[in-house]
């Protein structure tokens, strides 16, 4: 019996973790940690930005409003994930929607009181988050180009909280959020072609829905080239160490995206243009290191004495 509860137990936190999408919230925690070390504090040493009890409590709320976020968005979205992606809507719906809502309103509690240990800035900052958030999954991401400008500007949110945080507003990093920002709103029309069929049954006005799929892809395309701008200005004009490699690599994977986008006609052609994406970002992410290597290679910031 004792046996049976707690299998019971173990799948539902498992759901509740496919809910959460927890394979997402490591990793934006360590591209904030690595932001935070590589860009946004270079005049400390890294070990000193790693136990910043400040930042981290930052780090922490941001990984649960993100949580919470796709719960609320989960909820929202329960009728067309059916027809979208039904097997993982019904590992879902192991949870109850009653007991999302209370793990919603719980994770978001926890959030504005670990942003008031901060100052009460970081609590107004991430109760607005929370809002904007909600706002989105309940109505904004019904609209066409509103709803994806939205999510995106979501997406790079956590990392103006840290930016806040250090008062640091240089060009640079503006220049890696304009280009982080770019590859996030395309892999939102990207997701909008992917799950039309969703979107038409739950009468979400998407711009695939509204003008079609070639106006979409019109659309990616001129966003696509407008990567050229951030990246120039990474490249040429700031210095960012090795990472221009990674910028190089990025806009070849980019030209092969494109060319892949105007033969895409399916559902499975859409998920490897979403997955491709995904995947460019993440690798963004550990790229970062290669602004300054030495922090790694020869332990200069992190092992210098303590």
């Known amino acids: 019996m004792a046996s049976r509860k707690t299998k019971l137990v173990l799948v539902k936190i498992f759901s509740l973790f496919s809910v959460v999408r927890g394979y997402n919230i490591p990793v934006i925690a360590l591209a904030q940690y690595l932001s935070a070390i590589f860009i946004l504090d270079k005049e ?28 609320i968005n989960n909820f929202y979205d329960a009728q067309k994930d059916l027809i979208n992606r039904p097997k993982k809507s019904m590992l879902d719906r192991l949870v109850s929607q009653g007991t ?15 942003a008031f240990l901060v100052s009460w800035r970081a609590a107004v900052f991430f109760s607005v988050y929370i809002f904007l958030i909600w706002f989105y999954s309940h109505k904004l ?22 930016l806040m945080y250090f008062k640091n507003f240089y060009e640079v990093i503006f220049a890696h959020a ?23 049954v739950a009468n979400y006005r998407t711009i695939p829905v509204m003008f079609g799929e070639k106006v979409a892809k019109n659309i990616i395309m001129v966003l696509a080239f407008s990567t050229l701008i951030p990246v120039y200005l990474l490249v040429d004009v700031y210095e960012v160490g090795y990472m221009d490699i990674y910028f190089y690599t990025g806009m070849i994977i980019m030209i ?37 290597p030495s922090v790694l290679v020869h332990g200069r910031q992190l092992l210098s004495a303590i």
């Open 44 to 71: 400390r040493r890294a070990l000193d930005v790693l136990l910043d009890g400040n930042l981290f409590l930052i780090v922490l709320a941001s990984s649960l409003t993100i949580a919470s976020g796709y719960i």
């Open 141 to 162: 991401k019904k609209y066409p180009l509103i709803g994806n400008l939205t999510a995106a500007l979501l997406a790079v949110l956590p990392f103006f909280g840290i």
């Open 178 to 200: 304009t280009f982080l920002y770019l590859l996030i709103l395309i892999r939102e029309l990207i997701k909008d072609l992917e799950n039309i069929q969703g979107d038409l």
């Open 100 to 114: 999302k809502l209370q793990v919603y309103f719980v994770l978001n509690f926890i959030v504005v009181l670990l």
């Open 256 to 292: 092969f995206f494109l060319f892949k986008l105007w033969k895409a006609v399916s559902r499975e052609d859409y998920q490897l243009l979403h997955n491709t994406l995904k995947a460019l970002i993440v690798a963004g992410v550990f790229c970062i290191v290669l602004i300054d």
